[in-house]
Nanobody, 121 residues
């Protein structure tokens, strides 16, 4: 059993900052990529940022220069530092991890339950 648990969402004013965290727990052998997705009202889910096990990162164009993704492999945790937040960043943010639960298992995707981020004055 694997769980991804997000925290750090909330209400923030435009221009403000938030830091999201996601901890993976349970039967974990290895974690490949970890990332953050979001779904805004009336829109499809989109990739926000991802980080590979080796540290390579990629970002959606809309967040480049404002958001920073990082991970702590020892803690099975991924972070998303969000600065200069805009109203269009309002969405439910989901953590994603591609991981193997044992040495014999094929990597598969897991998702967190989501955390709401609202940017409003």
């Amino acid at each position: 059993q694997v769980q991804l648990v997000e925290s750090g969402g909330g209400l923030v004013q435009p221009g403000g900052s938030l830091r999201l965290s996601c901890v993976a727990s349970g039967s974990i052998f290895s974690i490949n990529a970890m990332g953050w997705y979001r779904r805004a009202p009336g829109k499809e889910r989109e990739l926000v940022a991802a980080v590979a096990s080796g540290g390579n990162t990629n970002y959606a164009d809309s967040v480049k220069g404002r958001f920073t993704i990082s991970r702590d492999n020892a803690k099975n945790t991924v972070y998303l530092q969000m600065n200069s937040l805009k109203s269009e960043d309002t969405a439910v943010y989901y953590c994603n991890a591609q991981l193997s639960s044992s040495i014999l298992s094929v990597p598969r995707e897991y998702w967190g339950q989501g955390t709401q981020v609202t940017v409003s004055s």
